[in-house]
């Protein structure tokens, strides 16, 4: 009778990683019992629960003990230690496999969120594979009887990129094995190795063995082990020798590939997005999963995709068949991590619901020889049929013959004695001993390279000893004494490490890349011990020294992220060049902690493309850039950046930029038939499926701003800017006006200018945007047959806006006039007005690629002018100007003062005019009291009174707004100074006369920006005082005036 269960999950929330705590992220889980919670961290209200058969909490309230375990630090802790799980878990296994059943144990979870360190461990801190198999022979040493056999099958395979790869066997196996199917066995490896085991040590020794090959593999192009699934299987038996009986159990141990969805980790918005088979596995699990989910609560029967794929082809028992299933899904508790939290959590919950229906595999050895026998008489029968038809049918035929051939010596296998099989281990164990033992003894004599692994889990397990004497590094095996490397451009001969009097040396040979402590070296250099070596595109090696120069020093504080910070450090590119805090606040914004991550793990992706590019005589290259995503934001907030990679041809110039999921994506692909490429495949393909293809596309090449303030006075805006590329470089100057004016576009005139904005509310605002040239263009001054087109985007209206494009000419004449129209003016508006810029971005067109056109439905008023109504919500918004340096927020600061100033003389105008509006109520007063005769017309001379008054005021009206447009005018300037100021970002080059250069251009800027801004404010208070020294004058002499009517 088959047991019915449902998949056991777990879900293991770990403790935060470095990233995470430089980042200052919060926890947005919590556990309770068999619950969890997670909150989303934009919205606390957004709260969800789910429920889980088991719930470990393993990110707070651990110590690490005097052997290293992390473990519980008091009795009323909740931290769930690896005993724990594996109690739970690892348990369970072993319980299903004594009973007979298959039992798999699936870790699921996102790149770095301890799917490794929950299966395997690090360390001392072991894993549940190694404590279950650990116990398992611990129980077979207790339960010894005469006439009971155990037998243990270890094998270690691993799916990368739909091949599958087998971890213990030295064979080469360039395609990977095949997977097959059979109606007995379901699908299997062919021709993987099962190797027999008598104790724990063998075990711990295969998957040293297995992990040292995937980290072989990966080394010699830095594939990440996260994109690969590595299944490890224990076939245990029980022979019952008296009852001649067998009882079977394959313990199937997954240690899945990271979780991360599309968006973050490849091929979204890729035209190459089916060109790589990265993803196939992990897809179709999750469709396997959901269809099974959803047929098992009864929604519909729907068809399982397990063929799709090779995992879930392998997988099949596990989900819906024969085995008891569990899974253990991991977690970051970080909110940076929300998403993908959420998505694993999800993913849980529905695999809760998948059934399976497990039997006790009793007898199967010789029920399988039977079926098996039973099996090739048919396809023997098979076989001749098609041999009598006469068809020539080779494909099938040969199909079926080694499926014949796979049978018989499956049949011989089963029938080969338990003794024989231990017999022929026992000399490759001997073997390989002899190899531990060795590299044991090597260890305490000599110092030696270790490799660093982008996956932790694949660090230091490949050792190149450096013994006395001269050997060279270096593709090739030909030297009498050589360290091969097989990584991207390293050389035949690389560089060569002498042994001498204990001190070691290394010299790169030629040309060849060899950087050592972030350092590019091209001559002979001693090496100490702990030293950084990155050799070629990015083979990463740690020098360890000689014993009597080791401490017991931690060499995990050594890792990837360490060398690739370094290196970026030594480059110019740390989180201070991001501008991540001021001098005085030490803590990392997240976001630039994001870019920095990004930047320092997409690099050496970078330097490997360019060697593949090389390599397969491809003409691009790739650089990689922290783009700027200020340039689109109308605050000009510069703390938003992400990383993109610029690609260049280099015969036709062609540019294209990529963003970084598309470069990741690409560079897969390209990896893939790098490899295809080394191993004498063809690689050609058509250029729809080439990675190094993509159509001619417009590239954006820098932004420019103009400040909106002067609308909300309705004053003329004549402007000339500057286009910003993402570096902060000078791209091409804008020559453009914002004009305010009537509902038939013609220009509102002086008299016209408003000293107070909030006259504008409730009313119709009209204005221009008039391009009129564009000067100076980089793009097209480096290739003449370029174009450029300049786009804009106006309040929020949805549409983006641009000039019709210019080709072949440095400095365009543009003659672009666009017409808006805001049907009723708001507070809000005003406000946006005062602080936002209009924010215009220059494209680069190529031959060849598509112009940008207008989409032409908008809604438009009466004579023809564009509407763009705005809401308020729409609007960006961003508070973070302030976050820049020191010098430059102190000087934001007085720009923000003298905001407050205008404010301020704003007021005194409004007050003034109050005054007035009670002089004008006295007058009237007066008058409606009458005159009396004789004396002047009070009537008369009121009136005379009146005029003047007015006279008076509109004279300082006047020049309010004269001073007021004087005033916005060098204001623009002074704003657009502020922001070259911040976008200038010191040089590429690392010598430190181009530095000084750069801080000599840097400090004569902030004080012409200084001398700028005081002028201004000078002029504004100087034409201030004048006007109210005026306007107090004439009250005066209107007081006067009035004493003497009233006389
Ligand atoms: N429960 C935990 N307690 C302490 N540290 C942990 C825990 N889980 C994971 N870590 C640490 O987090 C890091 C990443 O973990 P791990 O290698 O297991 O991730 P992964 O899920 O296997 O990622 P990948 O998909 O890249 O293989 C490791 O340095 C590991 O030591
Ligand atoms: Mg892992």
Not at 214 to 227: F, G, K, P, V, Y
Not at 717 to 744: D, I, W, Y
Not at 804 to 820: C, E, G, L
């Amino acid at each position: 009778m088959p047991s019915v269960d449902s998949v056991r999950v777990a879900v293991r929330v770990r403790a935060f990683n470095q990233t995470e705590k430089d980042a200052g992220c919060g926890c947005i889980i919590s556990v309770a019992l068999n619950s969890v919670t997670i909150w989303d961290p934009r919205n606390q209200s957004n709260a969800k629960t789910f429920t889980f058969d088991l719930v470990y909490w393993s990110h707070s309230g651990f110590i690490r003990n005097e052997e290293g375990i992390l473990i519980p630090d008091g009795p009323t802790s909740k931290y769930a230690d690896q005993k724990r799980v594996f109690n739970d878990l690892g348990q369970e296994l072993l319980s299903n496999a004594w009973q007979g059943y298959n039992t798999t144990l699936l870790a699921y979870g996102q790149t770095g969120s301890g799917k490794s360190y929950s299966m395997i461990g690090y360390g001392p801190d072991r894993g549940i594979i190694p404590l279950t198999c650990d116990e398992l022979f611990k129980a077979i040493k207790q339960d010894q009887e005469d006439d009971k056999q155990y037998q243990i099958y270890f094998s270690m395979l691993e799916i990368y990129n739909e091949k599958v790869i087998d971890l213990l066997s030295e064979r080469k196996q360039p395609g990977g094995l095949r997977v097959r199917e059979s109606s007995q066995r379901g699908f299997y490896v062919e021709d993987i190795k099962s190797v027999p085991c008598e104790n724990y040590e063998q075990i711990e020794q295969l998957m040293k063995e297995g992990t040292r090959k995937r980290s072989t593999a990966s080394t010699n192009i830095n594939m990440t082990s996260s994109r690969s699934h590595m299944i490890i299987t224990v076939q245990f038996k029980q022979v019952f020798l008296k009852e001649h009986l067998t009882k079977q159990s394959n313990i199937n141990l997954v240690d899945l590939a990271g979780s991360e969805r599309q968006k973050s980790s490849g091929s979204e918005g890729d035209r190459l997005r089916e060109g790589t088979a990265i993803n196939v596995s992990l897809t179709t699990l999750g469709n396997v999963i959901s269809a099974l989910a959803e047929t098992a609560m009864g929604k519909r029967m729907l068809h399982v995709p397990y063929r799709n794929s090779t995992l879930t082809k392998l997988l099949q028992p596990a989900l819906g068949g024969n085995s008891k299933t569990l899974m253990i899904a991991t977690v970051s508790p970080a909110d940076i991590c929300y998403e993908e939290t959420l998505s694993t959590l999800r993913y849980a919950e529905r695999t809760k619901n998948i059934q399976n229906k497990a039997v006790i595999n009793e007898n199967p050895t010789e029920r399988l020889i039977q079926e098996l026998k039973a099996e090739n008489a048919k396809l023997r029968l098979k076989i001749l049929k098609i041999r009598n038809s006469g068809q020539r049918v080779q494909e099938e035929t040969e199909e079926l013959r080694s499926l014949l051939a796979e049978n018989e010596l499956q049949m011989a296998e089963i029938q080969t004695s338990w003794e024989q099989r231990l017999e022929k281990a026992q000399k490759e164990w001997k073997h390989q001993y002899l190899n531990l033992m060795q590299e044991r003894l090597m260890i305490q004599l000599y110092p030696y390279l270790s490799n660093v692994n982008v996956d932790p889990q694949l660090s230091a397990f490949v050792r190149h000893f450096i013994q006395d004497g001269e050997c060279v590094v270096g593709q090739s095996g030909n030297f009498p004494r050589a360290i091969v490397i097989k990584g991207l451009g390293i050389a035949d001969k690389h560089a060569t490490i002498t042994n001498q009097d204990s001190k070691v040396t290394l010299e790169p040979h030629g040309q060849a890349r060899v950087i050592l402590n972030g350092v590019l070296i091209h001559t002979k250099v001693q090496l100490r011990h702990l030293d950084r070596l990155i050799l070629g595109s990015n083979s990463t090696y740690l020098y360890v020294g000689y014993p009597c120069e080791r401490n017991d020093e931690d060499l995990s504080k050594y890792d990837y992220d360490f060398f690739q910070s370094e290196l970026a450090a030594v480059e110019g590119f740390d989180r201070d060049a991001l501008g991540h805090a001021s001098r005085n606040n030490r803590s990392v914004d997240p976001s630039v902690l994001a870019v920095f991550h990004d930047y320092i793990r997409v690099k050496p992706m970078v330097a490997e493309a360019n060697q593949i590019s090389r390599e397969l005589n491809k003409d691009l290259t790739f650089e990689l850039e922290v783009k700027n995503l200020a340039l689109t934001d109308s605050r000009g907030s510069d703390l938003a950046k992400e990383v993109m990679v610029k690609v260049t041809n280099k015969v036709n110039y062609e540019v294209w930029a990529w963003s970084k999921a598309k470069f990741v994506n690409r560079k897969f692909i390209m990896e893939d038939m790098y490899q295809r490429f080394v191993d004498g495949e063809n690689i050609s393909v058509d250029r729809e499926n080439d990675p190094f293809w993509d159509p001619i596309e417009a590239v954006h090449l820098g932004t420019a701003y103009v400040w909106l303030q002067s609308l909300n006075y309705c004053i003329v805006l004549e402007e000339h800017v500057e286009f910003h590329n993402s570096q902060g470089k000078e791209e091409a100057t804008l020559q453009m006006n914002l004009v305010p004016c009537n509902p038939r576009g013609q220009p509102l005139g002086e008299e016209e200018i408003l000293i107070d904005p909030t006259e504008l509310v409730g009313h119709r605002l009209d204005f221009q945007v008039q391009i009129t040239q564009c000067l100076g263009i980089k793009w097209v001054e480096k290739n003449i047959k370029r174009g450029i087109q300049i786009l804009y985007h106006v309040l929020n209206h949805p549409y983006s806006f641009h000039s019709d494009p210019v080709w072949n000419t440095v400095n365009a004449k543009i003659d672009h006039t666009m017409q808006f129209t805001v049907k009723c003016v708001s507070q809000e508006l005003l406000n946006y007005l005062q602080n936002h810029a209009l924010v215009l971005d220059l494209w680069g067109l190529q031959e060849g690629c598509a112009e940008m056109v207008f989409p032409g439905d908008f809604e438009v008023t009466d004579e023809g002018s564009i509407i763009v109504d705005y809401e308020r919500s729409q609007l960006p918004h961003s508070s973070n100007v302030e976050k820049g340096d020191d010098q430059l927020s102190e000087l934001y600061i007085r720009l923000s003062k003298l905001e407050q100033e205008t404010d301020l003389l704003r007021d005194i105008n409004r007050t003034l005019r109050r005054d007035n509006v009670t002089l004008k109520a006295n007058i009237k007063k007066m008058m409606s009291a009458g005159s009396r005769p004789g004396e002047k017309s009070f009537h008369q001379m009121n009136t005379q009174l009146f005029c003047w008054r007015s006279t008076c005021k509109a004279s300082c009206e006047v020049d309010f707004a004269k001073a007021l447009k004087t005033f916005y005018k060098s204001m623009n300037r002074v704003q657009s100074q502020l922001l070259g100021l911040r976008r200038h970002r010191p040089p590429d080059e690392d010598d430190v006369e181009s530095l000084r250069i750069y801080l000599h251009k840097q400090t004569q800027g902030i004080k012409d920006f200084g001398d700028h801004l005081e002028s201004c404010i000078n002029a504004l208070k100087n034409d201030i005082s004048l006007i109210v020294k005026k306007k107090r004058e004439n009250t005066t002499r209107l007081d006067e005036a009035r004493f003497y009517s009233t006389k």
